[in-house]
C-alpha cells in the first residue's frame, strides 16, 4: 500500500476502487495510512464478477449527478464482500423508508410479456441497421404502479440486456396543458434539456451517448412519464397521435446513425378504456409514416398487469 501511495504523489485521488482476489490480513490498517476520502474494497474468487460489479459501480457515478453517493451506489452494484473505509463525514448515504411491496416494485419488471417486449425492442434496434427508435406504450389501472414502469424496465435492461446495449435514462415531459401538437411538444423537449429553439435535437441525444466497456450499442430509454393520474392530464388519441408524430418526425429523424432510442410513455387510465386505447394504437400503427425509420412492432403497447 505505501508503494502503492507513492504512484500518485501529490495527487491523490478521491475514490479509491480495489477488487482483491482474497482479503488481506489487517487491509484496514493498511488502508487507513493511504489518507484517501473514501476507500472501497470488496473481495470474490470469481474475477469477472468482481470486475463488472465495480464497473456498475463507477457507471453509476458517472450517469449520476454531482451529488450522487459513492456508498449508495456501492449498496446498488457492490458485491457481499464490499466494505468501505475513510472520511464517512465526507459522504451522505440517503435511505428511503418504503413498504416492502413498493421496494420490489422499484427492483423487479415481474410481467413476462414486459420483460420480453423491452427485450425484443432493444435487440430488434441494436440489431436493424436502419431503425433508430421505437414507442413504448404502457397502460394500467390506478394503484398498480405503472408510473413505475419506465424506471423498472431500466432497471431490467441494464441487468439483463447489457452484452449487447448500454442503456441510459433520460427523463421527457410532454406539455402540461393539453390539447398539445409536435410544436408543443417541441417546445417542452427544449424546454427540458435546456436547448435553444434553433439548436439540433441531434447534438443534444449525441451528448447523451452512454460510454461503457465492450462493442455494446449504446441506447437511450426515454421517460415521459406517466399520464392520466388526474383528470388534468389525461390525454386523447389526438394527443397520442402528436406525441408519435414527434418521436418518429424530430427524433428519429436527428438520431445519430450509432445511437438507438426507445421511447417510453405511461398512461394510467381505468380498465374500460383500455380496448378502445388498443384499438388506437393497433390504427396507427397501421400507418405507414409510423413505420418508416420509427417503428411500432407487432406488440409495443404493452398492458401493465396489477402487482
Known amino acids: ?3 502503492l501511495a507513492r504512484l ?12 482483491f482476489a482474497d482479503q488481506p490480513v489487517a487491509l484496514g490498517t493498511a488502508l487507513s495510512g493511504l489518507q ?18 465495480a464497473l456498475e459501480w463507477f457507471h453509476a457515478m458517472l450517469e449520476g449527478s454531482e451529488d450522487t453517493d459513492p456508498v449508495w451506489a456501492l449498496h446498488q452494484h457492490g458485491l457481499e464482500t464490499a466494505v468501505a473505509w475513510g472520511a464517512h463525514g465526507t459522504w451522505q448515504t440517503r435511505t428511503v423508508n418504503e413498504p416492502a411491496k413498493d421496494t420490489l416494485a422499484r427492483l423487479l419488471l415481474d410481467r413476462k410479456t414486459q420483460r420480453v417486449l423491452g427485450h425484443d425492442a432493444v435487440r430488434e434496434l441494436v440489431r436493424d441497421g436502419d431503425r433508430r427508435l421505437c414507442c413504448v406504450l404502457a397502460y394500467g389501472v390506478a394503484g398498480n404502479l405503472v408510473d413505475l414502469f ?13 452484452e449487447v446495449a448500454q442503456v441510459h435514462r433520460i427523463p421527457l415531459r410532454l406539455p402540461a396543458v393539453r390539447p398539445f401538437d409536435v410544436p408543443k411538444i417541441d417546445f417542452e423537449v427544449r424546454r427540458y434539456l435546456g436547448l435553444e429553439y434553433r439548436a439540433s435535437l441531434g447534438e443534444a441525444l449525441l451528448k447523451q451517448i452512454p460510454r461503457g466497456p465492450g462493442r455494446a450499442r449504446p441506447v437511450l430509454l426515454l421517460d415521459w412519464g406517466v399520464r392520466g393520474t388526474t ?14 408524430t414527434f418521436c418518429s418526425q424530430q427524433l428519429c429523424a436527428q438520431c445519430p446513425k450509432e445511437l438507438r432510442l426507445i421511447s417510453c410513455l405511461a398512461l394510467e387510465s381505468a380498465p374500460e378504456r383500455h380496448a378502445a386505447l388498443d384499438q ?11 413505420l418508416s425509420g420509427s417503428g411500432l412492432p407487432t406488440g409495443t403497447a404493452a398492458a401493465v398487469g396489477s402487482y
Open 1 to 3: 500500500m505505501t508503494d
Open 150 to 162: 419506465a424506471e423498472q424496465l431500466y432497471a431490467h435492461l441494464r441487468r439483463s440486456a447489457r
Open 36 to 53: 484517501l476520502p473514501l476507500i472501497v474494497t470488496q473481495s470474490s474468487v470469481d474475477a469477472r464478477l468482481a470486475r463488472q460489479a
Open 231 to 244: 383528470a388534468a392530464n389525461r390525454i386523447n388519441p389526438d394527443d397520442l397521435e402528436a406525441w408519435l
Open 280 to 290: 388506437a394504437v393497433h390504427t396507427l400503427r397501421a400507418e405507414a409514416r409510423f
Open 8 to 19: 500518485w504523489g501529490a495527487q491523490p485521488p478521491q475514490v479509491f476502487f480495489c477488487n
